[in-house]
């Protein structure tokens, strides 16, 4: 089993930047594809971003050239660098932990309680 917990929120401007941190539990983290994804008010949870295993990524339009995952297997970390903030990249941020990298909330396993990320206009 896995617990994860979310880091690095808050509020910034449109332009901004923020990395948000994922801290895993457990020693099994590195068997773990894990991923990003954001839920906004009034919407449904939608991908941001994952990573393998073995470093492979996957991003969302959206989020294309704007945001980076990566992760550190040694400190159980994974991180989403975010820069150029939007409006409406407000959301709260949700890490999950999953057998294979894939853009499906479904497929993951575990997840964290999420962390609130406002940009401001």
């Known amino acids: 089993q896995v617990q994860l917990i979310e880091s690095g929120g808050g509020l910034v401007q449109a332009g901004g930047s923020l990395r948000l941190s994922c801290a895993a539990s457990?020693?099994?983290?590195?068997?773990?594809?894990m991923g990003w994804f954001r839920q906004a008010p009034g919407k449904e949870r939608e991908f941001v971003a994952a990573?393998?295993?073995?470093?492979?990524?996957l991003y969302a339009d959206s989020v294309k050239g704007r945001f980076t995952i990566s992760r550190d297997n040694a400190e159980n970390t994974v991180y989403l660098q975010m820069i150029s903030l939007k409006p409406e990249d407000t959301a709260v941020y949700y890490c999950?932990?999953?057998?294979?990298?894939?853009?499906?909330?479904?497929?993951?396993?575990?997840w964290g309680p999420g962390t609130q990320v406002t940009v401001s206009s």
């Open positions: 990573i393998s295993r073995g470093g492979n990524t």
């Open positions: 999950a932990a999953g057998t294979y990298i894939n853009t499906q909330r479904n497929l993951y396993e575990y």
């Open positions: 457990g020693r099994t983290f590195s068997r773990y594809a």
